[in-house]
């Protein structure tokens, strides 16, 4: 077996941004392996997504506990990629987790305890045969454990040497503040948190980013392209038997892609096109276009995606009347 060598121009191409006011950057887009890196994929596919994602300068890489599936394949199939491939450039990758749903029975493999959360890190660590995790993510809200604890379970993550930084995802702006507060005060600031966005679910407008902004905390955001439907998948009206609304378990859904909802997509698609670049790439875009982004995860299941996905970053400015279009189209 022939050994990998990245590309030796990788940081020339990609733009790096600072998370909120911390030292650390992220590269504008971040791969998330989330879809096809688990246990029913080809770990040879997996490989080779990851292998162009760092050729092309991608350094951060997104996993969680219950990825695969089944749950915890993803980080395991990544160990594996870091011993074919990446685990000699380990001092050049920011490689995420997060724990906050089902893993195990019994009433500790779930939500937001101190017990459950440190006991999934060290079993994300031992799948991906890691010391650390750069930053370690309290995946969602746990109305029905104290914010306080959650939150000193990521502080204990970080004082332990087990994550570098810490974040949260899927948290609305009232409990982000908090927890950014309740960090702070515990003395392991919130580095970034984790929402989903895209130019159909505009939900993080309406106060979060103003509130990230406010605290200092970076964003990347999740399902930018809207799994898949801001891409030319669905363009033709067909669903690919490849494509997540094709997949029993995927979010999208195969009944939710409507003749009114692709009259948006083609017409979304009519405007990438006038700005000289695809469906994904105009999404990605658009998300990039706040000056508070951190980053955007992409999901791909082959190489070429990911290379699609690193040329939105050739073109990040729009004019008062594409965004206006845009508007139309998909109201906040």
């Known amino acids: 077996m022939s050994q990998y060598l990245p590309a030796s121009n990788r940081y020339g191409a990609i733009e790096y941004r600072r998370s909120g006011r911390s030292g650390l950057k992220l590269p504008a887009v971040s791969l998330g392996l989330w879809h096809n890196f688990g246990g029913v994929d080809t770990l040879e596919k997996a490989r080779a997504m990851c292998r ?51 893993m195990w029975p019994g009433p500790y493999g779930d939500h937001g ?21 750069d930053i370690f993510y309290h995946h969602r809200p746990d109305n029905e454990t104290p914010l306080e604890e959650s939150m000193m379970a990521l502080d204990q993550a970080v004082r332990s040497g087990r994550a570098l930084y810490a974040g949260i995802s899927n948290y609305p702006a009232p409990k982000a503040a908090e927890a950014a507060k309740i960090l702070r005060e515990l003395g392991t600031p919130l580095l970034i948190h984790q929402p989903s966005y895209s130019i159909f679910n505009r939900w993080i407008e309406k106060g979060l980013l103003d509130t990230l902004e406010e605290e200092g905390v970076g964003c990347i955001v999740f399902s930018p392209l809207a799994q898949g439907l801001l891409t030319n998948k669905y363009l033709g009206g067909d669903v690919p038997s490849d494509s997540r609304a094709a997949k029993p378990t995927g979010f999208l859904k195969a009944d939710s892609i409507t003749e009114e909802k692709l009259t948006k997509v083609r017409a979304l698609n009519d405007i990438a096109h006038e700005r000289g670049q695809t469906l994904a790439q105009l999404a990605l875009a658009w998300c990039l276009r706040h000056g508070g982004m951190t980053s955007v995860l992409i999901g791909a299941s082959k190489p070429q995606q990911i290379t699609d996905c690193v040329g939105a970053l050739g073109n990040l400015a729009f004019s008062a009347e594409e965004l206006a279009k845009i508007d139309e189209l998909a109201p906040a």
Request: proline share 6%; net charge negative.
């Open 52 to 102: 162009t994602a760092f050729d092309h300068g991608i350094t951060h890489f997104d996993l969680a506990n219950n990825y695969g599936p089944p749950p915890g394949s993803a980080e395991e199939n990544f160990g594996r990629i870091l011993d074919h491939d990446l685990r000699p450039y380990r001092d050049e990758l920011v490689i995420s987790s997060k724990a906050g749903y089902g």
């Open 113 to 133: 305890s101190r017990k459950y959360l440190l006991s999934s890190l060290d079993q994300s660590l031992k799948r991906m045969k890691l010391d650390y995790v």
